[in-house]
């Protein structure tokens, strides 16, 4: 009993953290999302490396977006993709951020995913984050071929995004 409810309280510190990452504003996107790659894949038990090249700081709304969907996409590996390896890839350009999460696990049809009544609450809200900010997500699978998990958001001068 008292190990459950040590496990619960864990779980809902980690919830109560991750609902508004302070970490995006101590250490900046590429270190928040490297120290929660670090800490998903201890808890996951699934390799995944992170590459980044920097860049200035973004908006809190664009870095939170991004943070936000690498966190989306790094949980349905954990629960769906039965993965040996995760990649992130976090790139900055003058005109657009771009995001990438890919998985070597089971995969999917991702119509037929789209299609269905369950487990599709996680991919439309990666999709409609990204279309918030005037961006796209789109997820590339195929079964028994892993996932990939594309973002881009436009950014206008120095880093501001194009907002709809």
């Not at 900055?92 to 609450?121: N, Y």
Request: net charge neutral.
């Amino acid at each position: 009993m008292r190990q459950t409810l040590s496990d619960i309280d864990h779980d809902i510190s980690r919830i109560v953290r991750d609902l508004r990452p302070g970490s995006l504003l101590n250490l900046g996107l590429a270190s928040a999302v490297r120290a929660y790659v670090d800490e998903w894949s201890h808890h996951s038990a699934v390799s995944c490396d992170f590459h980044s090249n920097g860049g200035p700081s973004l908006p809190v709304l664009v870095e939170t977006t991004i943070y936000r969907i690498v966190q989306e996409a790094l949980t349905n590996v954990a629960r769906h993709a039965r993965a040996q390896r995760a990649s992130v890839v976090i790139v900055q350009h003058d005109s657009c951020l771009t995001a990438i999460v890919e998985d070597d696990g089971v995969g999917f049809e991702p119509t037929a995913r789209a299609a269905a009544s369950d487990g599709r609450l996680g991919l439309i809200g990666m999709r409609e984050r990204a279309a918030l900010l005037g961006g796209t997500c789109t997820i590339e699978s195929r079964a028994g071929a892993g996932t990939s998990v594309f973002v881009k958001i436009p950014l206008r001068d120095r880093g501001t995004p194009h907002l709809k």
